[in-house]
């Protein structure tokens, strides 16, 4: 079992999302990061979609009240147990008693703490993850306070998992300055020619205004064709253009619907990177094909 000691700005309750319920109003929410939640559920044994604590602000500390094993991956926090330093994106033994200090991050936004057997909370439409604006779902409804305890699923302690760490390529991912790789579409008709030509050449900068909900981008306005759709699903990963033609590129907790143009959608192979750019840093973009999107799926 975990207390919270300090909880930081904005630490909440995620697993990989509610699935199926968007047609009726509900978001998938989930991970902002979900590469890094599932390779700690993987550190400590849970199942890939268990629930972890999405850390995204430096100031977290944390007591182990029982013996236990967690794993941090993401953001390459701080970290010290008994004020001793341990590594990052790797599985760690807490004895009963001891306090695990995060600190802010050299990169990155968010981080997700692994508890050996799953952090426990009711199950709302089939997942454990905090809908934050609607006030359900993870630790009851909201983000974690000083004095919290979060227990098991499963009152397990991975002994044998402690020690083990990710292979480095785990972070170059994130330090890979690559362009985000994006499909075309569904809206063709409202840019031309031109109009991708500028969006592939250009380079975005992340603004202060992004959050779970979306990645506001600002640079040199995109030109689209006026109006607006009616309003249509959305997905993770759409790049709205609204009429002031400054991207924005939906996140874990986008709407469910919208009515602003879609230039086309970054694959989710890399939409980590994306969850993990900073308000200031840069981002461009890259086309691919269907093909080349599901291949990247496949390399960790």
Same mark, same amino acid.
């Given at each position: 079992m975990l207390q919270?000691?300090?909880? /930081?700005?904005?630490?909440?309750?995620?697993?990989?999302?509610?699935? /199926?319920?968007?047609? $009726?109003?509900?978001?998938?929410g989930g991970a902002m990061d979900p590469r890094a939640l599932r390779a700690a559920n993987e550190l400590v044994g849970n199942d890939a979609a268990a629930a972890c604590l999405e850390i995204m602000s430096n100031g977290v500390t944390l007591r182990?009240?029982?013996?236990?094993?967690?794993? !941090?991956? /993401?953001? &390459? $926090?701080? !970290?010290?147990?008994?004020?001793?330093?341990? &590594?990052?994106?790797?599985? !760690? $033994? !807490?004895?009963? /008693?001891?306090?695990?200090?995060?600190?802010? &991050?050299?990169?990155g936004c968010y981080a997700y703490l692994a508890l050996g057997g799953g952090v426990a909370a009711p199950q709302v439409l089939g997942s454990r993850a905090t809908a934050l604006r609607d006030g359900f779902g993870g630790w009851q409804g909201r983000a974690l306070q000083s004095g919290d305890v979060l227990g098991p699923v499963r009152a397990v302690v991975p002994l044998e998992r402690a020690g083990k760490m990710l292979d480095e390529s785990f972070a170059r991912y994130y330090t890979d300055d690559a362009p985000l790789r994006i499909l075309w579409g569904p809206h063709d008709e409202f840019f031309d020619a031109a109009a991708r030509a500028l969006f592939l050449r250009a380079s975005f900068r992340v603004s202060e205004l992004s959050d779970r909900q979306a990645a506001r981008l600002q640079g040199e306005a995109l030109p689209r064709r006026a109006g607006d759709v009616l309003s249509c699903g959305v997905t993770r990963g759409a790049i709205q253009v609204p009429p002031d033609g400054q991207p924005i590129v939906l996140q874990a907790d986008h709407q469910t619907a919208g009515g602003y143009p879609i230039l086309g959608a970054v694959i989710r192979a890399d939409i980590p990177r994306l969850a993990q750019k900073r308000a200031g840093e840069r981002v461009r973009f890259a086309e691919t094909t269907l093909a080349q999107a599901h291949a990247a799926l496949q390399i960790k």
């Open positions: 919270i000691i300090e909880p /930081g700005i904005f630490t909440t309750l995620q697993d990989l999302g509610r699935v /199926g319920y968007q047609k $009726y109003g509900v978001t998938r182990a009240l029982e013996k236990c094993v967690v794993a !941090l991956a /993401g953001a &390459p $926090y701080i !970290l010290r147990v008994q004020e001793r330093a341990v &590594p990052h994106n790797a599985a !760690l $033994y !807490l004895r009963a /008693g001891d306090i695990l200090q995060m600190r802010a &991050p050299a990169w």
